[in-house]
């Protein structure tokens, strides 16, 4: 899963290039910063998903480089700045463990570019790759005029929903406030004021009667146990943003017991659950997720519409049995 743009970096840099104990070109310069990253062990999954397109990522950003553009210039000499500027960095990156993302205060999401910092977790939600697709065939994408990104963090999700759907009013969700504030610099960056509400709201609980023709979510949803073997580079993350009880799906059971009250007839209901849809599954055996594909074969967000939360209603808002042990 790789979100940053860079797609054209790693087919440019051929495995036969070796990296150069000093770098003179910005290739030779990624190519040092892949294999200190690499010996030094670093985990990849907050927006590259390799060492290499890390290294472009970083590398890019001290000489002023966006990285769809870095293709172009890997062939460019390096001055002693750029070149002191990019060492300095990819040790931070290393000797922090702090996601680059946190160290760049840049995220990139749905193609989009999203300020970030430790108020938020970095975006990476697969839900971007259905919003390009305007979840077809699940919604015509005409109809959706009220959308609602429960639990929305940096705005990232609701800024690509609001573009992907130009007729929407979104309103974008959030439990904390310092969250809230990420997304409103998100929401201003994109010109999206007058469309994109940010609100304040233990899920759905500050959004009164409203309801919406698509909701969708990325909760937090990690396990306890889970929570305690997350690299280094998660703990620099808010635990607001990634805890959800001993199985993970505290958020993620609330949604469905209240989303039917929340969507219009036809709306349809679209929640992350990550490594947590083994347990979604078993709490709920005979409920019929519908579980979207992404391009790389992942299956961890589900899609519901209204009508089938409305028959699941009994399941869905039954407290949970939990068995006595004494
Ligand atoms: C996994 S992050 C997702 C952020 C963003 N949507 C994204 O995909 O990058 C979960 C977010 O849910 C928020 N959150 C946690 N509990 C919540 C609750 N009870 N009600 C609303 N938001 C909550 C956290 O503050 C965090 O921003």
């Not at 940096?154 to 609001?162: D, E, R, W």
């Not at 299956?299 to 039954?318: C, G, I, N, P």
């Amino acid at each position: 899963m790789a979100n940053v743009p860079m797609d054209a970096v790693q087919s440019t840099l051929t495995m036969s290039t070796k990296p150069h104990p000093q770098p003179t070109t910005v290739r030779q310069l990624v190519l040092w910063g892949e294999r200190q990253l690499r010996e030094a062990g670093v985990t990849f999954g907050h927006g590259t998903d390799n060492a290499l397109d890390e290294s472009a990522w970083l590398v890019g950003s001290a000489i002023g480089v966006a990285p769809a553009d870095l293709e172009s210039q890997l062939d460019r000499p390096l001055n002693a700045s750029h070149l002191a500027g990019a060492r300095h960095i990819i040790e931070m990156r290393i000797r922090t463990r702090k996601p680059a993302a946190y160290l760049l205060r840049e995220a990139w999401f749905a193609g989009l570019r999203f300020y970030v910092d430790e108020r938020v977790i970095v975006p990476r939600s697969l839900i971007g790759e259905f919003v390009l697709e305007e979840f077809q065939p699940w919604i015509d994408a005409g109809r959706v005029r009220h959308a609602l990104d429960l639990c929305t963090g940096s705005g990232c999700i609701a800024v690509a929903v609001a573009r992907a759907f130009p007729q929407a009013q979104v309103d974008a969700a959030d439990i904390s406030a310092e969250a809230l504030e990420v997304a409103r610099i998100n929401i201003g960056a994109h010109g999206l004021e007058a469309r994109v509400r940010p609100i304040q709201s233990d899920l759905f609980g500050a959004l009164g009667g409203e309801r919406y023709d698509l909701i969708v979510s990325n909760p937090p949803y990690v396990a306890a146990g889970e929570l305690a073997s997350l690299p280094a580079e998660y703990r620099h993350e808010p635990e607001l943003a990634l805890a959800s009880g001993a199985d993970g799906l505290e958020a993620a059971a609330r949604i469905l017991a209240q989303a039917e009250d929340h969507l219009t007839s036809g709306g349809i209901l679209v929640v992350e659950v990550g490594n947590s849809r083994e347990a979604l599954e078993l709490r709920f055996p005979l409920v019929p997720f519908v579980w979207l594909t992404t391009r790389s074969g992942d299956e961890s967000v589900f899609l519901m519409d209204q009508a089938e939360l409305v028959r699941q209603r009994a399941t869905l808002r039954k407290p949970l049995e939990i068995p006595d042990c004494r």
